[in-house]
C-alpha cells in the first residue's frame, strides 16, 4: 500500500499535469484503465446519479463505497471522491476513508461545498483532514475548495487562506474547480506549496497551458458521465428519428464483456461447466 501511495503521489510531480479521468461504475473504470491510464478518480455526480441520489448530501456513502470494492482489483492507482467526507465528525470521516484504504484506494477528495451553496468552515474541513492524516498517513489527501465553483466573494484570496489552512492540517495537494484563467492559476500554484488540481473544463486551456502555469492535476469531474449520457440520449434520439450509423471507436459486445473478470470456476470461453 506504502508502494503504490508513493507512486501515486510521484504521478503529481511529473513534467506534464496528471490527467485524472472519473468514472462512475466498474465498466468505466475498467475501459479507461485499459486505455492506460495509471490513475483513475471517481465522480460522486456519477455515482449518486447512476444510484438514483443527489450528489453533494451524504448520500452515497454505502454507494461510493461498494463502487471502491469492485474498483479495487483493477490495475490502477485509485482516487475516491467522498464529497465532504459523509459526515462532519471528523472521527466518523477517517474511519470511513481508512475503510477505503483498506481496499487499496490511494487518494480521496474532499471538499468544504455544502450542498445549499455555502462554504463550511475552514477549520471543520482542516479537522476532517487532519483525522484522517493522522489514520491513514500515505493517503493522498486532495482538499477541495469550492471558492470559485460556488462564486463567493475575493475567491482568490478565500482559497489561499483555506488552501494554508487545509495545508496545515495535513492535505497533500488542493483542488480549486472552477478557474480557468491562466494568470490566476499562475497565481495560486506560485502561493500554494503543494500540487494544484484543476478540473478540466471543454474549451478551456489544455494540459500542456496548464503545465506552463504550475497545474499538477487535471480532473475530468462528471464530464466523462455526462457525455456519456449525452451520447446515449442522441443515439436513442437519432434511432427514433430513422436510424443512424455507427458512431467510431463503439466497443463491441465481447470488448465491453471482456472488461468484466470471468466467473470462477468458468470456462475460457466465459461459459460455467
Not at 472519473?22 to 485499459?34: K, V
Not at 453533494?56 to 465532504?84: C, F, K, Q, Y
Not at 487499496?104 to 463550511?120: F, Y
Not at 495545508?167 to 500554494?192: Q, S
Request: aromatic letters at 4%; proline letters at 8%.
Amino acid at each position: 500500500m506504502t508502494d503504490r501511495c508513493a507512486e501515486f503521489r510521484a504521478l503529481h510531480h511529473a513534467r506534464r499535469p496528471l490527467l485524472l479521468p472519473n468514472a462512475w461504475d466498474h465498466a468505466s473504470a475498467a475501459a479507461l484503465a485499459r486505455r492506460g491510464h495509471p490513475a483513475i478518480g471517481t465522480t460522486s455526480l456519477g455515482v449518486a446519479a447512476a444510484a438514483g441520489r443527489p450528489d453533494g448530501t451524504a448520500a452515497t456513502a454505502g454507494e461510493t463505497l461498494a463502487l471502491a470494492r469492485r474498483l479495487a482489483p483493477l490495475p490502477v492507482l485509485l482516487s475516491v471522491d467522498v464529497e465532504a467526507g459523509f459526515s462532519d465528525d471528523p472521527a466518523t470521516v477517517a474511519g470511513y476513508v481508512t475503510e477505503l484504504a483498506g481496499l487499496g484506494v490511494v487518494g480521496i477528495n474532499l471538499e468544504d461545498g455544502r450542498a445549499d451553496g455555502t462554504l463550511t468552515e475552514p477549520e471543520l474541513l482542516a479537522d476532517k483532514v487532519a483525522a484522517v492524516k493522522a489514520a491513514v498517513p500515505d493517503l493522498f489527501v486532495n482538499a477541495r475548495t469550492d471558492t470559485w465553483w460556488l462564486g463567493v466573494d475575493d475567491p482568490l484570496g478565500q482559497t489561499l487562506v483555506r488552501a494554508r489552512a487545509y495545508r496545515a492540517a495535513g492535505a497533500d495537494g488542493i483542488f480549486v474547480p472552477g478557474v480557468v484563467d491562466p494568470a490566476t492559476l499562475g497565481v495560486l500554484t506560485e502561493w500554494i506549496d503543494a500540487p494544484v488540481n484543476v478540473l478540466y473544463q471543454p474549451g478551456g486551456p489544455g494540459l500542456d497551458k496548464l503545465a506552463a502555469v504550475g497545474v499538477a492535476r487535471v480532473s475530468t469531474g462528471s464530464l466523462l458521465f455526462r457525455v456519456a449520457l449525452a451520447a446515449a440520449l442522441a443515439t436513442a434520439d437519432g434511432v427514433r428519428a430513422g436510424g443512424l450509423a455507427a458512431p467510431d471507436g463503439l466497443p463491441s459486445y465481447a470488448e465491453v464483456q471482456a472488461l468484466v473478470p470471468p466467473a470462477p470456476g468458468a470456462q475460457p470461453d466465459g461459459r460455467l461447466p
